[in-house]
């Protein structure tokens, strides 16, 4: 006994996988590798001083440089848009 597919009225668009705007590219660009290079970094330097005491001053401008870092290269990697 065959069966007859059954045919549903779609509502509205539907974006599919082949728009212009969506990246297929399955490899990573420079940005983030960048990201994940400075990830791997910080665990390192963590795991490194692991259980020793940490004597730091909070410091504005180092925190400030760090934030324009991060922003820049997620501003690179088109992440805003």
Request: net charge positive.
């Amino acid at each position: 006994m065959a069966y007859a597919p059954i045919e549903r009225e779609i509502v509205g668009s539907i974006p599919t996988t082949t728009s212009n705007n969506l990246k297929t590219n399955k490899y990573m660009a420079a940005p983030q590798i960048t990201i994940l290079a400075l990830s791997l970094i910080a665990l390192l330097i963590n795991a490194y001083n692991h259980k020793k005491i940490k004597n730091e001053y909070y410091d504005f401008w180092i925190a400030l440089t760090r934030a324009i870092i991060l922003l820049s290269i997620l501003y690179w990697g088109n992440f805003f848009n």
